[in-house]
């Protein structure tokens, strides 16, 4: 409800018991998550194409690797890029550490940080994710 305001990317998903919300990003197999534990919360690009897919998951995470200090840049500050070798998937994150899930007092501002990295997190990306050399 809080990123309706700010963004269109989440308006027409509904709450879940999940600790995570997804939007697509308008290509297959790459998504926005808001994520959020007892530890923080976070907002990222997870790309996981499905089962076979790990070439190409991480053909697309180099391809916006490569691009790393641009979207950095646009983005405002650093992000945390996981190749995630071990796994089929890959992630970009900007993780938010606070205990604003289980401290009312702190639950807001963890809230208004994670819209703001994710209206960030999507203008500063994209535009990558157009231009991404396989068409979908």
């Known amino acids: 409800e809080k990123s309706k305001s700010k963004t269109p990317l989440h308006a027409n998903i509904s709450p879940s018991k999940n600790h995570w919300i997804s939007a697509g990003s308008g290509k297959r197999g790459i998504i926005y998550n808001y994520v959020i534990t007892n530890k923080g919360g976070q907002v990222e690009i997870y790309i996981d194409r499905g089962k ?3 070439g190409e998951n991480k053909k697309i995470y180099d391809n916006l690797y490569a691009h790393r200090k641009e979207i950095e840049k646009l983005f405002g500050e ?6 995630l070798d071990e796994r089929r998937a890959c992630r970009i994150r900007k993780f938010y550490a606070s205990p604003g899930f289980i401290d009312m007092g702190q639950r807001e501002k963890l809230q208004n940080d994670m819209v ?10 994209k535009d990558f994710l157009r231009d991404l050399q396989r068409p979908d």
């Open 78 to 83: 650093s992000l945390d890029w996981q190749r």
């Open 116 to 125: 703001d990295g994710m209206v960030r997190l999507e203008k500063s990306t």
């Open 52 to 54: 076979d897919s790990e």
